[in-house]
């Protein structure tokens, strides 16, 4: 999402955000498997062959390197899909090569993140993980600030053309309120305004 887009989304969750459902229904994630993104720290382990073990970035054009192999493209794909590919690199090399990749640190592609931004306390991107709600996501960032409206916040369903639904921090998080949790789904924007003084 661009700094404009971003901003216009802004706008217009400030100025409407009373006429917005009052929560997301329930996400329909069954089986959610998680993409390789820029960024993510790969391990890359071949099975009785340690020297061609290795633990690699992902590199901003998506691609990876380790030993024999050069230029893989792994971002978009699971780490077992990457596996099934370096395995077939490897076999002009060694006889049934067998290889796992691990995911060490995630950072995922933006498809796969959920973003916090406005009057949390850490606006951030989050991988997203499945069975995420709205309380993890909150504590990952730290809460609100003490300046943010959080019952006027409102998160943006990417998965549904940007749909918006008006979200209660303020109650979830100060209140302990758990009728204010919801779960969240990869692309979710939780959009947190200042409050009027």
Same mark, same amino acid.
Not at 170 to 187: H, I, M, R, S, Y
């Given at each position: 999402?661009?700094?404009?887009?971003?901003?216009?989304?802004?706008? =217009?969750?400030?100025?409407?955000? &009373?006429?917005?459902?009052?929560?997301?229904?329930?996400?329909?994630?069954?089986?959610?498997?998680?993409?390789?993104?820029?960024?993510?720290?790969?391990?890359?382990?071949?099975?009785?062959?340690?020297?061609l073990s290795a633990r690699v970035p992902v590199r901003p054009d998506g691609r990876v390197? &380790?030993?024999?192999?050069?230029?893989?493209? =792994?971002?978009?794909?699971?780490? @077992?899909?990457?596996?099934?590919?370096? *395995?077939?690199?490897?076999?002009?090399?060694?006889?049934?090569?067998?290889?796992?990749?691990?995911?060490?640190?995630?950072?995922?592609? &933006? !498809?796969? !993140?959920?973003?916090?931004?406005? !009057?949390? @306390?850490?606006?951030?991107?989050?991988?997203?993980?499945?069975?995420?709600?709205?309380? %993890?996501?909150?504590?990952?960032?730290?809460?609100?600030? *003490?300046?943010?409206?959080? $019952?006027? =916040?409102?998160?943006?369903? !990417?998965?549904?053309?940007?749909?918006?639904?008006?979200?209660?921090?303020?109650?979830?998080?100060? $209140?302990? %309120?758990?009728? @204010? $949790?919801?779960?969240?789904v990869p692309g979710d924007v939780v959009m947190i305004p200042e409050g009027m003084?």
């Amino acid at each position: 999402m661009s700094r404009r887009t971003a901003f216009a989304l802004f706008v =217009a969750v400030a100025a409407g955000c &009373s006429s917005l459902p009052p929560a997301p229904p329930k996400a329909a994630t069954p089986h959610y498997e998680y993409q390789i993104g820029p960024g993510d720290q790969l391990e890359i382990n071949v099975w009785r062959n340690p020297e061609l073990s290795a633990r690699v970035p992902v590199r901003p054009d998506g691609r990876v390197t &380790s030993p024999l192999i050069e230029d893989l493209v =792994a971002v978009g794909k699971t780490p @077992a899909e990457l596996g099934r590919e370096v *395995e077939e690199r490897l076999k002009k090399y060694i006889r049934d090569p067998t290889v796992t990749v691990l995911v060490n640190q995630f950072v995922g592609n &933006s !498809q796969h !993140q959920v973003r916090v931004v406005g !009057q949390a @306390a850490r606006p951030a991107a989050l991988p997203y993980r499945q069975g995420m709600t709205l309380l %993890d996501v909150m504590i990952t960032v730290g809460g609100i600030t *003490e300046f943010a409206s959080g $019952n006027r =916040a409102v998160l943006i369903r !990417q998965a549904e053309g940007n749909k918006q639904y008006r979200v209660r921090l303020t109650d979830l998080l100060k $209140n302990g %309120d758990v009728t @204010a $949790n919801v779960e969240v789904v990869p692309g979710d924007v939780v959009m947190i305004p200042e409050g009027m003084f």
